[in-house]
């Protein structure tokens, strides 16, 4: 089914109007798979229910049982710190509601024991890109949840970018690729065009060559199969600059503290989760 085809015609309540939240929202209106009728989000701060509504058109709501009543789908788009005691004030309203979590580290069966018997759970990783419609989102399906139930939220998340089903065993180590990996790409986009301007590039043209090489070489990675290190033999000629930049790169550790960068992000879901 493509994006032109596919018509959201149930109502989505977003428990937690923050960027995650107006991200899902903002990306799913863009595609005009929903109307912004039939959103609702749940936001305890006025300002930002105002800014909300006047943003995207939604109708936003201080409490989440309110949102979540009235919903298909309730979205839970909260902090992990908060998100028992969320869950449980809105179970007796989602009894024949599809919950869906994007809460990082909290797994499916810690929420289906916080809602009534048979309410189906699917859980999401998605992550900031989905703002503009280049997300990556991982989706597993609790106990409870049916293929039908997996299927329409991989079709959501879909409009917002990409969306591919796994086994929730696989959440954690989603979470810190590409959860979080935005960060770590941003991190690496500042630093190079940092060291341009170093080397006496103006700040933003320092900046536009490195979010386009970025860009660029991810669709070159996607569209031709090519692996990562085919690549890097291809641009490191023998004796030239990319193998001198390969190589301070290396003693610096790069790869390793990218490893290790996973595997932290990866033991902080599991603690989140427990």
Not at 11 to 16: C, D, E, S, Y
Not at 22 to 38: C, F, N
Not at 86 to 110: E, F, K, P, Q, T
Request: proline fraction near 4%.
């Amino acid at each position: 089914m493509s994006q032109g085809q596919f018509k959201f015609t149930g109502t989505l309540a977003i428990i937690g109007g923050g960027r995650m939240g107006e991200a899902v929202a903002k990306g799913l209106l863009s595609t005009g798979a929903i109307d912004s009728q039939r959103i609702i989000v749940a936001e305890p701060v006025p300002e930002r229910r105002a800014t909300l509504e006047a943003a995207h058109g939604v109708r936003c709501v201080a409490e989440p049982a309110e949102a979540a009543r009235e919903a298909d789908v309730v979205l839970l788009a909260v902090k992990p710190r908060v998100i028992d005691d969320v869950v449980a004030g809105i179970a007796d309203a989602v009894r024949d509601a599809l919950v869906v979590s994007i809460a990082a580290g909290i797994s499916c069966a810690r929420l289906e024991s916080l809602l009534h018997p048979g309410v189906p759970v699917v859980r999401v990783m998605p992550n900031t890109p989905a703002m503009v419609g280049s997300g990556m989102a991982v989706v597993s399906g609790g106990n409870e949840a049916t293929r039908e139930h997996v299927s329409l939220v991989r079709e959501l998340f879909s409009l917002l970018g990409k969306a591919i089903v796994l086994e929730e065993r696989y959440q954690d180590a989603a979470t810190a690729i590409s959860g979080s990996g935005p960060a770590y790409v941003a991190l690496f986009i500042d630093a190079l065009a940092r060291g341009g301007v170093r080397q006496g590039l103006p700040r933003d043209v320092a900046q536009e060559l490195a979010v386009q090489t970025v860009r660029g070489t991810a669709d070159l990675l996607e569209q031709t199969g090519m692996h990562p290190e085919e690549l890097v033999d291809g641009v490191a000629s023998p004796g030239g600059t990319t193998i001198a930049a390969i190589e301070a790169l290396e003693s610096g550790g790069f790869r390793a503290a990218v490893a290790r960068a996973v595997a932290a992000a990866v033991a902080r879901a599991k603690e989140l989760g427990s």
